[in-house]
């Protein structure tokens, strides 16, 4: 069993605040001659699929070298979709948007 949710950030820092954990940070130890390192990125949740900004039609066309184009415009927020397997969720809830049209789904 499993939990699909469609995800709004205000940005990709708040989006990544909620998504993932730093891991392998080393502190500063100038005594041992050792450098502070930043660690690396891991998900919180097994399946986590980055949309970023999405665009729709303004109902505008515009000119360009190969014919009409839409006008296009970019819908607020980050847009992230997870797929939660096992475990808490409760920290995807406050971001969670229910769209009629996904721009991207799972399978």
Sequence with gaps: ????????????????????RVEGAVEADPENGVEAQEGYEVANYQFVDV???????????LQSDEGEVPEMAAIPGYHVNVRV??????????????????VRGWA
């Design 1 to 20: 069993m499993y939990i699909d949710y469609y995800l709004k950030f205000d940005s990709e820092a708040a989006a990544k605040a909620v998504l993932y």
């Design 51 to 61: 949309i970023g900004t999405i665009y729709k039609p303004t109902g505008k066309m």
């Design 85 to 102: 397997v096992s475990g808490d969720a409760s920290a995807l809830e406050p971001h969670r948007i229910v769209p009629s049209n996904p």
